[in-house]
């Protein structure tokens, strides 16, 4: 059982804008920033969202990240099917001393 | 080129011992807190252990305190992580990643990962 609670799956067809959510508590996403991944099959996993809504260089500003009380999204616009990948949303952990992730959300393109 | 490169993963039996390295190029190790996160077959990312860019503070998940020890030689540019007792539920890919203050302590850099599998 993850400390911060993703859907397990989420789809939509090309071109739609599909969200996924990440639901943490006060120690975690309540107090610090959330920051999302991106696993493409069989490949390590790669920053995509840090600090709830910004994006390093490189990564497409169809990808977004917000953050309210202990819950983040992550909004994915102008699906494409090489977005076919798991994300996973992370945070500190200030009772727990350490970093928790979310179970992953498993994006499929219709 | 900057990457982080794991070593060490193999087959091993439980109760027994492993160390995994990663060696860290193309940017100041010495500057950057270092992690390692694992990943079991078919499932979720779970975080294992930090270490401050010194060596001077290091956490550990619950699920290997007091198994697993995270190390570092920064005149190396190599992270380690030293696996004790271990058991058939520590069987995942293991990745070095680094955490970067400018991109909000994320992890912005990871390693392709090593394979550990823990047999009966």
């Known amino acids: 059982q993850s400390v911060l609670t993703q859907p397990p799956s989420a789809s939509g067809t090309p071109g739609q804008r599909v969200t996924i959510s990440c639901s943490g508590s006060?120690?975690?996403?309540?107090?610090?920033?959330v920051n999302w991944y991106q696993q493409l099959p069989g490949t390590a996993p790669k920053l995509l969202i840090y600090s709830n809504n910004q994006r390093p260089s490189g990564v497409p500003d169809r990808f977004s990240g917000s953050k309210s009380g202990t819950s983040a999204s992550l909004a994915i616009s102008g699906l494409q099917s090489d977005d076919e990948a798991d994300y996973y949303c992370a945070a500190w952990d200030d009772s727990l001393n350490g970093w928790v992730f979310g179970g992953g959300t498993k994006l499929t393109v219709l | 080129q900057v990457q982080l490169v794991e070593s060490g993963g193999g087959v091993v039996q439980a109760g027994r011992s492993l160390r995994l390295s990663c060696a860290a190029s193309g940017f100041t190790f010495s500057s950057y807190a270092m992690h390692w996160v694992r990943q079991a077959p078919g499932k979720g990312l779970e975080w294992v252990a930090v270490?401050?860019?010194?060596?001077?503070?290091?956490y550990h998940a619950d699920s290997v305190q007091g198994r697993f020890t995270i190390s570092r030689d920064n005149s190396k540019n190599t992270l380690y992580l030293q696996m004790n007792s271990l058991r058939v539920e520590d069987t995942a890919v293991y990745y070095c990643?680094?955490?970067?203050?400018?991109?909000?302590?994320?992890?912005?850099?990871w390693g392709r990962g090593t394979l550990v599998t823990v047999s009966s």
């Open positions: 990643t680094k955490q970067d203050h400018d991109y909000g302590d994320s992890f912005d850099l």
């Open positions: 006060s120690s975690n996403i309540g107090s610090k920033p």
């Open positions: 270490i401050w860019h010194d060596g001077s503070k290091r």
